[in-house]
């Protein structure tokens, strides 16, 4: 027996969890693609956020399904908008990486009121895009933790 109350154990636990224990695949589009095509992409993929990047692969944007909502309202043609002219652009994104702690991340989420940030991996010319954290990954590594008791 250690000791430890409950809470000291939920800590301890809530701090082994990291973003590369939860992270999910991301779902990228070209900052070229029109508005249309990334309303078709976030159905088919059935994600609520789109990540941006150019032909380099590197982030530059980030799409929420408001973002896209927004876009659509009145009379414009979404067949000829880029989503580049309408998505929220680098360097105001907020990203995260493998080896972060998710209570960080989730931390960040509720700080900027946002539901998902790309998980990257920093290179010399930008970023690389290899995951994403979203309230729905913070809601399983939440219940992850009451299972572990
Ligand atoms: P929604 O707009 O559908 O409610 P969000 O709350 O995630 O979805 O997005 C709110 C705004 O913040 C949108 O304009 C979106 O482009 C932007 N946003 C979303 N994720 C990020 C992020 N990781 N970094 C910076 N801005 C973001």
């Not at 009121?113 to 809601?139: L, W």
């Amino acid at each position: 027996y250690t000791g430890k109350s409950g809470t000291q154990l939920l800590t301890e636990n809530l701090m082994k969890i990291y973003v590369k224990d939860y992270q999910a695949v991301p779902v990228v589009v070209r900052e070229n693609v029109s508005v249309y095509d990334a309303i078709v992409t976030m159905f088919l993929e059935d994600v609520g956020t789109l990540f941006v990047v150019d032909e380099n692969g590197h982030l530059v944007g980030v799409l929420s399904r408001k973002d896209l909502l927004r876009a659509s309202i009145g009379k414009q043609e979404l067949n000829a908008i880029p989503v580049n002219i309408i998505m929220t652009r680098m360097p105001n994104i907020a990203v995260c990486e493998r080896d972060d702690l998710l209570v960080d991340v989730a931390k960040n989420l509720i700080e900027r009121q946002i539901d998902a940030v790309p998980v990257v991996k920093k290179t010399a010319t930008g970023y690389e895009v290899i995951g994403r954290i979203t309230k729905t990954t913070i809601a399983k590594a939440f219940v992850s933790l009451a299972d572990d008791e």
